[in-house]
């Protein structure tokens, strides 16, 4: 089984400056993906970045990048020029290969919140 | 990606009533999930749909309380039934995507149970 855990339930950065929100997965697959999606309180999910495991380089898009370190199991989310729109729950998912594809095991959650 | 309408988006139940939520994707897609989601907490997997087969329920989740339909390739239904207060959520549901490595998710239902 699959376990994502994201240790920090809440986090606030100033408006323009860096954050880094972490998240750490046990598994036991060798082809899986990552995630991080955003919920604003509009409670839909988007999709912020996705990293495949097979790949070395980190994943960017635009203002987000993530640190993927496959050895130590973690997965961790920098936003840059935070923006009053990033105020959002993120969560950190995981989907494994093989008869699981498409099902996802989410973290516990960050709130952040970006102060003007 | 695949965009997904869900609906009803929000609604206010009598305890002991059934609930019936929609999910349309705008392609076909092989597995729609649903979640549940309890206030402030993370998402929980009830169910998987297939079209043409049973639904794949998680531990804790069982048929009779959540009855899913998956009648085609772009459509899904997951019924709340003799609903109580703690079945008060967010409910989601969720298509793959691309090589069936990514999930997109519709808007959700707030159900509230009185």
């Known amino acids: 089984a699959q376990t994502v855990t994201q240790s920090q339930p809440e986090m606030s950065v100033q408006e323009a400056e860096t954050v880094t929100l972490s998240c750490t997965y046990d598994?036991?697959?060798?082809?899986?993906?990552l995630f991080w999606y955003k919920q604003p309180p509009s409670r839909q999910m988007i999709l912020v970045i996705r990293q495949e495991a097979y790949k070395q380089q980190n994943a960017t898009e635009n203002r987000f990048s993530v640190n993927f370190q496959k050895a130590a199991k973690s997965f961790s989310l920098k936003i840059s020029d935070s923006q009053l729109g990033d105020t959002a729950m993120y969560f950190c998912a995981f989907i494994a290969g093989g008869t699981s594809y498409g099902k996802l095991t989410f973290g516990q959650g960050t709130i952040l919140t970006v102060h003007p | 990606s695949a965009v997904i309408s869900q609906k009803p988006s929000r609604d206010i139940c009598q305890r002991g009533t059934s609930l019936t939520i929609q999910c349309q994707v705008d392609?076909?897609?092989?597995?729609m999930f649903w979640y549940r989601q309890q206030p402030g907490q993370s998402l929980t997997l009830i169910a998987t749909a297939n079209q043409g087969s049973e639904a794949t329920y998680e531990s804790g989740f069982v048929i009779d309380k959540f009855p899913i339909s998956r009648p085609n390739l772009t459509f899904s239904t997951l019924t709340v039934s003799n609903m109580s207060p703690e079945d008060s959520s967010i409910y989601l549901c969720?298509?793959?995507?691309?090589?069936?490595?990514?999930?997109?998710f519709g808007q959700g239902t707030r159900l509230t149970v009185v």
């Open positions: 598994t036991s697959e060798n082809n899986y993906y």
């Open positions: 392609s076909q897609v092989t597995m």
């Open positions: 969720s298509a793959n995507g691309q090589a069936n490595t990514e999930a997109f």
